[in-house]
């Protein structure tokens, strides 16, 4: 039989995403608990009513809010179909076939599969004991075939993170024409005063790209919202390889509607903090090594575990990711979503 696609991916894994199982609690796909933002819904609703008209391919209006958001010009924003998108469109503006790009792993399970599709090669550089990035082992991977490498602060799925200094001494060794994408999908859930907001702390920088989402902390994970910011020439760059119109009309007016509710979100975000660090202590008291996160999940390093805790968390109702044989990936929920986990967490562990 004729081959129609390329025969390497037939060892690339495609991309899982969290199951929804009817009747139970999802707590693995790093979703928001607590519904749209006040005034999204309408939002939505009246754009809805223009749909046959094709968006605003430049995304004119959203890209100058974003910018005097955070204080850059709005030519440096590049919206897309989530930071996943952006993060494929950047390989694709820096990589041809054979060129290599890093990232920690384990960490955002997308990274693989968006190198291999322009076939790209995946230099994987493994996690510190203490689930990080190894940061000295990443610069140590770079060859002159390097173009890209991401590096996800706070990291998914571990929930790990880097501080300032860390940061600071691995850029300034990074060579000038090494892209590095600082993945901060996770920022607003970040409260350790030591981790720097990439735009703020490295925006200037000429090999530096931030890439966020709104998917998480601002609820609009099923309109499929992301930015990046970038210095001028990168954003220009990496507008022409951007799909026309990807970012659709009725994402551009909920992530309008979204930005007017920053209180909200801080609000939503504080309550997610505080349960993090309840649910952290909690599973801490059941004899498990659970990593201090930053982000809106916690990571329970369970090895050969994995698999049999997350089918009894299954068992009692409650859907979580399993990354086997590594650990498992919690979503934090609202405080009855939490307490059904750390109850399913206790059967789990008492029944291993």
Not at 71 to 78: E, F, I, Q, T
Not at 216 to 221: F, M, S, T, V
Not at 243 to 260: C, G, I, M, R
Request: with cysteine; aromatic share 6%.
């Amino acid at each position: 039989m004729t081959r129609l696609t390329r025969a390497d991916l037939d060892a690339l894994p495609a991309y899982v995403p969290g199951r929804t199982v009817a009747g139970a609690v999802k707590l693995a796909s790093n979703e928001v608990p607590y519904g749209p933002l006040p005034g999204v819904v309408e939002a939505v609703t009246e754009s809805a009513r223009t749909s046959h008209r094709y968006p605003d391919m430049g995304v004119a209006a959203l890209r100058d809010r974003i910018g005097g958001w955070l204080g850059v010009d709005p030519d440096r924003v590049v919206t897309g179909c989530g930071s996943v998108a952006l993060a494929e469109i950047l390989v694709k503006a820096t990589c041809l076939p054979g060129d290599e790009v890093i990232y920690s792993w384990r960490s955002f399970e997308a990274y693989p599969i968006i190198a291999a599709g322009v076939g790209a090669t995946s230099v994987r550089v493994p996690n510190t004991a203490e689930h990080g990035h190894d940061l000295a082992a990443i610069s140590a991977a770079v060859t002159d075939r390097t173009r890209l490498i991401f590096i996800c602060n706070p990291n998914n799925p571990t929930g790990t993170f880097l501080r300032k200094d860390e940061l600071d001494r691995f850029l300034a060794g990074v060579p000038s024409d090494v892209l590095v994408v600082l993945d901060e999908a996770y920022r607003e859930f970040v409260t350790d005063p030591g981790v720097p907001d990439g735009v703020d702390v490295y925006g200037d920088r000429a090999n530096v790209v931030v890439l966020r989402t709104m998917s998480k902390a601002w609820g609009l994970a099923g309109l499929r919202m992301g930015y990046l910011v970038a210095q001028p020439g990168i954003a220009s760059a990496i507008r022409k390889v951007v799909t026309p119109f990807s970012t659709n009309l009725v994402a551009q007016a909920a992530a309008l509607a979204a930005l007017d509710a920053e209180d909200e979100v801080r609000r939503r975000c504080a309550l997610i903090v505080a349960e993090r660090d309840r649910v952290t202590e909690a599973l801490r008291k059941l004899a498990l090594d659970v990593p201090d996160s930053q982000a809106n999940f916690v990571w329970l390093p369970l090895g050969d575990r994995t698999a049999a805790f997350a089918a009894t968390c299954e068992k009692h109702g409650v859907i979580v990711r399993a990354f086997h044989p590594e650990g498992v990936r919690v979503t934090i929920g609202t405080p009855e979503e939490n307490d059904l986990f750390l109850a399913a967490a206790e059967a789990a562990l008492g029944s291993s």
